[in-house]
């Protein structure tokens, strides 16, 4: 094999090569002889521009510049050109020259396949329609079959409407196939992205293109309309047969003139309702009826002096549906079969003007004229309104709930403002400091409690109590206040029928309970069986003798004293006998402090003598509710008295042991 040196490379056995690329042509021996090697690898130009269009042509040339006998004529037609006596008498016949190359955008360009259809939509929630057919035109773009679907516009659809599916390539099914014009025709049904549509006639020029490919197109469909939509378009046939009434002539004879009607309407039944006057006006001119309310001073509303405008009022409606919102429409004459007139309001008889009814009780002189004059009507007796007395409504009393005197809590019931209660003031100023004392012991289980006593005072100005408890030493009770003045009420007493504790039930004996707490009556003052005597008439027989009881062995015992009493210079045996029958009596008043007495009584002793004046001593003893009106304690005073008005206070402090 034979081999070509390449410049620069040594003509030595490996350094030379053979060019794969040279080769002899098809039925020609192959050369032993060196050719030109192959610089040139570029594929041949096959598309060409002429007049402005573009058109493709068959390579002659190869890669590498090689002629291709390819596209070249083979032996058969060249044997056959050979054969052909005129073609080599007359050489070689002109070929006709081949037709230009159009493309597809541009033999199809603006060229559209139009298709007129409609889509049934289902309408779930609407009780007039049940479905709604919707016209649409399917357009099919030949220059790179590609689809869109639009539908008119319909005015006052409330539909969004315009273009449905935007142009592009729409696919056939789930395997990749896109529609062609050869699937459309009509009287077909196409489905596109889940929605069919029923394509029922097409224009004059996609007819034409299709049957010049050769398909046969169906008939053509009539196209449905929405049922709706033309029951919307369906106008409504009425015949009205003008009416001979001259309203010209109405209202030049009845101008101004106005029937005036007195009327009430009763709206007790509501809450804070009332029979609320009004005024009727029924114009003759034009057969309208006007209300007007009537005000009164201070009655508490808005000055709007019309009630209902002035305009004609239906009396009875054609068909007149629930649903329909009268307050609301205008009311035509086509919706009202008869409307009020003047013969429609009598005096005496109720009338419902717009659902309120007015009772119609008087009228004036002009109107009872015109219905004597017009209809013959002569009875007008006007109607008495008798107002209905109101509703007596029980008073309800909520339960007392213990704060505060009871009737000053009840005045809240009464007034948004309370009032204090009234007092007695003459009752107060004839018992101003005349207050009953009254010893009163514990009831309670405690046997603690049982040794307690306390001083119950009762105010005879106002009726009110307080309890007080004397402070006794190494007890273990902290005495004082132990209820401040204020009214008792008894046990079982209601809101209603408040009973309180009075000097009447205050007896020897009797128990009182006092807010959960009895107390037992011990013992009393001797003013409380003096003011009883003195005022018997108001109180029971009993209460006076159980009091007089209490005392009578105290009388006998002072009285027996009475009579003992020895004259001044009495031993000092007599003066210890004084002061231990002094002592017995003190023990009925236990309040008493006699340490209290005694710091007092040395207080007033400046100068240490052991004697005091006796009117500083008596000042000192009352001060402290030391009984000096007793006997036997004035008789003590008078044992323990010296010359010059002076009083032993050491003496008299026996009777106090500390």
């Given at each position: 094999?034979?081999?070509?040196?390449?410049?620069?490379?040594?003509?030595?056995?490996?350094?030379?090569?053979?060019?794969?690329?040279?080769?002899?042509?098809?039925?020609?021996?192959?050369?032993?002889?060196?050719?030109?090697?192959?610089?040139?690898?570029?594929?041949?130009?096959?598309?060409?521009?002429?007049?402005?269009?573009?058109?493709?042509?068959?390579?002659?040339?190869?890669?590498?510049?090689?002629?291709?006998?390819?596209?070249?004529?083979?032996?058969?037609?060249?044997?056959?050109?050979?054969?052909?006596?005129?073609?080599?008498?007359?050489?070689?016949?002109?070929?006709?020259?081949?037709?230009?190359?159009?493309?597809?955008?541009?033999?199809?360009?603006?060229?559209?396949?139009?298709?007129?259809?409609?889509?049934?939509?289902?309408?779930?929630?609407?009780?007039?329609?049940?479905?709604?057919?919707?016209?649409?035109?399917?357009?099919?773009?030949?220059?790179?079959?590609?689809?869109?679907?639009?539908?008119?516009?319909?005015?006052?659809?409330?539909?969004?409407?315009?273009?449905?599916?935007?142009?592009?390539?729409?696919?056939?099914?789930?395997?990749?196939?896109?529609?062609?014009?050869?699937?459309?025709?009509?009287?077909?049904?196409?489905?596109?992205?889940?929605?069919?549509?029923?394509?029922?006639?097409?224009?004059?020029?996609?007819?034409?293109?299709?049957?010049?490919?050769?398909?046969?197109?169906?008939?053509?469909?009539?196209?449905?309309?929405?049922?709706?939509?033309?029951?919307?378009?369906?106008?409504?046939?009425?015949?009205?047969?003008?009416?001979?009434?001259?309203?010209?002539?109405?209202?030049?004879?009845?101008?101004?003139?106005?029937?005036?009607?007195?009327?009430?309407?009763?709206?007790?039944?509501?809450?804070?309702?009332?029979?609320?006057?009004?005024?009727?006006?029924?114009?003759?001119?034009?057969?309208?009826?006007?209300?007007?309310?009537?005000?009164?001073?201070?009655?508490?509303?808005?000055?709007?002096?019309?009630?209902?405008?002035?305009?004609?009022?239906?009396?009875?409606?054609?068909?007149?549906?629930?649903?329909?919102?009268?307050?609301?429409?205008?009311?035509?004459?086509?919706?009202?079969?008869?409307?009020y007139t003047a013969k429609d309001f009598a005096v005496g008889k109720p009338t419902t003007l717009l659902g309120r009814t007015f009772f119609i009780y008087?009228?004036?002189?002009?109107?009872?004229?015109?219905?004597?004059?017009?209809?013959?009507?002569?009875?007008?007796?006007?109607?008495?309104?008798?107002?209905?007395?109101?509703?007596?409504?029980?008073?309800?009393?909520?339960?007392?709930?213990?704060?505060?005197?009871?009737?000053?809590?009840?005045?809240?019931?009464?007034?948004?403002?309370?009032?204090?209660?009234?007092?007695?003031?003459?009752?107060?100023?004839?018992?101003?400091?005349?207050?009953?004392?009254?010893?009163?012991?514990?009831?309670?289980?405690?046997?603690v409690d049982t040794k307690r006593r306390f001083i119950l005072s009762y105010f005879l100005s106002n009726d009110m109590i307080s309890i007080y408890e004397?402070?006794?030493?190494?007890?273990?009770?902290?005495?004082?206040?132990?209820?401040?003045?204020?009214?008792?009420?008894?046990?079982?007493?209601?809101?209603?029928?408040?009973?309180?504790?009075?000097?009447?039930?205050?007896?020897?004996?009797?128990?009182?309970?006092?807010?959960?707490?009895?107390?037992?009556?011990?013992?009393?003052?001797?003013?409380?069986?003096?003011?009883?005597?003195?005022?018997?008439?108001?109180?029971?027989?009993?209460?006076?003798?159980?009091?007089?009881?209490?005392?009578?062995?105290?009388?006998?015992?002072?009285?027996?004293?009475?009579?003992?009493?020895?004259?001044?210079?009495?031993?000092?045996?007599?003066?210890?006998?004084?002061?231990?029958?002094?002592?017995?009596?003190?023990?009925?008043?236990?309040?008493?402090?006699?340490?209290?007495?005694?710091?007092?009584?040395?207080?007033?002793?400046?100068?240490?003598?052991?004697?005091?004046?006796?009117?500083?001593?008596?000042?000192?003893?009352?001060?402290?509710?030391?009984?000096?009106?007793?006997?036997?304690?004035?008789?003590?005073?008078?044992?323990?008295?010296?010359?010059?008005?002076?009083?032993?206070?050491?003496?008299?402090?026996?009777?106090?042991?500390?």
């Amino acid at each position: 094999m034979s081999s070509e040196p390449r410049p620069g490379l040594p003509f030595l056995p490996g350094c030379s090569f053979r060019d794969p690329m040279v080769s002899a042509a098809p039925g020609q021996p192959s050369s032993r002889e060196p050719s030109a090697s192959k610089t040139s690898f570029h594929r041949s130009q096959t598309l060409g521009y002429k007049n402005g269009f573009a058109f493709s042509r068959l390579p002659t040339v190869g890669i590498g510049g090689e002629r291709l006998y390819v596209n070249q004529p083979s032996q058969a037609e060249l044997d056959e050109l050979s054969n052909t006596g005129p073609t080599l008498t007359y050489g070689q016949a002109k070929k006709a020259p081949p037709s230009g190359f159009i493309p597809a955008h541009v033999a199809f360009d603006k060229k559209v396949l139009k298709f007129d259809a409609y889509f049934q939509e289902d309408v779930p929630l609407s009780t007039e329609e049940h479905y709604r057919i919707r016209q649409v035109g399917i357009y099919y773009y030949l220059e790179d079959d590609t689809i869109s679907v639009t539908e008119p516009v319909v005015k006052n659809s409330g539909i969004r409407q315009g273009k449905l599916i935007r142009r592009h390539r729409v696919p056939k099914n789930d395997h990749g196939d896109h529609y062609h014009w050869k699937d459309l025709n009509r009287g077909i049904n196409i489905t596109m992205y889940g929605r069919t549509y029923r394509i029922v006639d097409c224009d004059p020029f996609t007819q034409v293109f299709l049957e010049s490919r050769g398909i046969e197109l169906n008939p053509p469909e009539k196209m449905v309309f929405d049922p709706y939509i033309e029951l919307r378009q369906m106008p409504m046939r009425m015949y009205i047969t003008p009416s001979d009434f001259d309203q010209l002539k109405q209202f030049l004879t009845y101008d101004k003139q106005v029937l005036r009607f007195y009327a009430m309407w009763d709206d007790t039944n509501s809450m804070f309702g009332e029979n609320r006057p009004y005024i009727i006006h029924y114009y003759l001119a034009d057969d309208t009826v006007e209300v007007r309310e009537v005000h009164k001073p201070n009655d508490g509303r808005d000055p709007f002096p019309v009630f209902i405008k002035r305009q004609r009022l239906p009396k009875t409606f054609v068909d007149k549906k629930k649903t329909f919102p009268s307050c609301v429409l205008e009311i035509s004459d086509q919706e009202v079969l008869e409307w009020y007139t003047a013969k429609d309001f009598a005096v005496g008889k109720p009338t419902t003007l717009l659902g309120r009814t007015f009772f119609i009780y008087d009228c004036d002189e002009f109107t009872r004229n015109f219905y004597r004059d017009k209809f013959g009507i002569t009875d007008f007796q006007p109607v008495e309104i008798k107002k209905k007395p109101p509703e007596e409504i029980p008073q309800v009393i909520p339960p007392y709930n213990g704060y505060g005197f009871l009737e000053d809590s009840l005045q809240n019931c009464y007034s948004l403002f309370p009032k204090r209660p009234r007092k007695d003031v003459i009752k107060m100023l004839e018992n101003d400091h005349k207050v009953l004392r009254y010893q009163v012991a514990l009831e309670s289980p405690n046997p603690v409690d049982t040794k307690r006593r306390f001083i119950l005072s009762y105010f005879l100005s106002n009726d009110m109590i307080s309890i007080y408890e004397p402070p006794v030493r190494n007890s273990g009770i902290i005495g004082g206040k132990y209820l401040g003045k204020t009214r008792v009420a008894k046990p079982g007493s209601t809101t209603e029928n408040a009973e309180y504790y009075g000097p009447s039930d205050l007896t020897i004996g009797s128990t009182i309970e006092v807010f959960g707490h009895r107390f037992i009556i011990t013992d009393a003052d001797e003013y409380v069986l003096n003011y009883m005597e003195s005022n018997a008439e108001s109180f029971p027989a009993t209460t006076l003798q159980s009091m007089r009881d209490h005392f009578h062995p105290r009388q006998v015992v002072e009285e027996t004293a009475k009579s003992d009493v020895p004259a001044p210079g009495t031993s000092k045996q007599e003066l210890d006998e004084l002061i231990a029958r002094v002592q017995e009596e003190l023990k009925l008043h236990n309040y008493l402090n006699y340490s209290n007495i005694r710091e007092a009584l040395l207080r007033s002793d400046k100068d240490e003598s052991g004697f005091l004046n006796r009117a500083k001593f008596l000042s000192v003893c009352d001060s402290l509710n030391v009984p000096t009106s007793a006997v036997l304690v004035n008789k003590l005073i008078d044992l323990c008295s010296c010359g010059d008005d002076k009083i032993n206070y050491r003496d008299f402090l026996r009777a106090f042991p500390s």
